[in-house]
T-cell receptor, first 114, second 113 residues
Framework: GAGVSQSPRYKVAKRGQDVALRCDPI?????LFWYQQALGQGPEFLTY????????KSGLPSDRFFAERPEGSVSTLKIQRTQQEDSAVYLC????????????FGPGTRLLVL | GENVEQHPSTLSVQEGDSAVIKCTYS??????FPWYKQELGKGSQLIID?????GEKKDQRIAVTLNKTAKHFSLHITETQPEDSAVYFC????????????FGTGTKLQVIP
C-alpha cells in the first residue's frame, strides 16, 4: 500500500475518555497534516508537521488536543477527555516536500463520542 | 484568513449530462486551487488542481477554470457517469511555506443512471 493509512477507521468513545488516532503517511513524505471534518462540512486544518517538528498547531480547538510525530513518520493525534463536539472524521494528509502543494489524504478516522 | 465558499451543496444530474461546481475565495494571495473527490470509505482523492498563473486546465472529462479577478474557480465534469457520484471539495492555499489548505463545504454530486 502506497497511500496514507489511518487507524482505527472507526472509534466510539464515552465522553471523558482519551483517544489516540494514528496516521501512517506515505513513506518519505516530509509534511503531515491533520484535519477535522464535521458532518456536512469541509475538512478544517488542525496542525502541521515538517518531519518531527510541529510547525503550526493553530487549528487545534483546545488544549485537550495534542499531536506528535516523534520520528518524523507516523503521527498520533490524541484527544483527552473527549466531548460530544469532538465527534467528527479526522483526516491525515501528507505531502512529499514542505513546498509541494499536493496533499494525499488517508481514509480518515470517524470518531463518535457518546 | 482565507474563506472558501462552495455551491451548490447538492447536485443531481442525469448520466451523460455535465456538472458544474463553483467556488469563491477571499484571499487574493491564494494561488493554488485543488479539487478533491471524497468517497465513503476511500478518503479524499485529488482529481485536478490549478495554479493562479493558469486560467483553465483540462484532464479528460474534468476541467477547472479560474478567474483571479473575480476570485472564483469552477469544476466542470462532462459526460457524467454513475461512478462520478461523490462529494467534491474545492480548496485554496497560498504558496510559500507549507500548504495550509482551506476547504469549501463540499458538493454532493449524484449522477442518475
Amino acid at each position: 500500500g502506497a497511500g496514507v493509512s489511518q487507524s482505527p477507521r472507526y472509534k466510539v468513545a464515552k465522553r471523558g475518555q482519551d483517544v489516540a488516532l494514528r496516521c501512517d503517511p506515505i513513506s518519505g513524505h516530509v509534511s503531515l497534516f491533520w484535519y477535522q471534518q464535521a458532518l456536512g462540512q469541509g475538512p478544517e486544518f488542525l496542525t502541521y508537521f515538517q518531519n518531527e517538528a510541529q510547525l503550526d498547531k493553530s487549528g487545534l480547538p483546545s488544549d485537550r488536543f495534542f499531536a506528535e510525530r516523534p520520528e518524523g513518520s507516523v503521527s498520533t493525534l490524541k484527544i483527552q477527555r473527549t466531548q460530544q463536539e469532538d465527534s467528527a472524521v479526522y483526516l491525515c494528509a501528507s505531502s512529499l516536500r514542505d513546498r509541494q502543494e499536493t496533499q494525499y489524504f488517508g481514509p480518515g478516522t470517524r470518531l463518535l463520542v457518546l | 484568513g482565507e474563506n472558501v465558499e462552495q455551491h451548490p451543496s447538492t447536485l443531481s444530474v442525469q448520466e451523460g449530462d455535465s456538472a458544474v461546481i463553483k467556488c469563491t475565495y477571499s484571499d487574493s494571495a491564494s494561488n493554488y486551487f485543488p479539487w478533491y473527490k471524497q468517497e465513503l470509505g476511500k478518503g479524499s482523492q485529488l482529481i485536478i488542481d490549478i495554479r493562479s498563473n493558469v486560467g483553465e486546465k483540462k484532464d479528460q472529462r474534468i476541467a477547472v477554470t479560474l478567474n483571479k479577478t473575480a476570485k472564483h474557480f469552477s469544476l466542470h465534469i462532462t459526460e457524467t457517469q454513475p461512478e462520478d457520484s461523490a462529494v467534491y471539495f474545492c480548496a485554496a492555499s497560498m504558496n510559500g511555506g507549507y500548504q495550509k489548505v482551506t476547504f469549501g463545504t463540499g458538493t454532493k454530486l449524484q449522477v442518475i443512471p
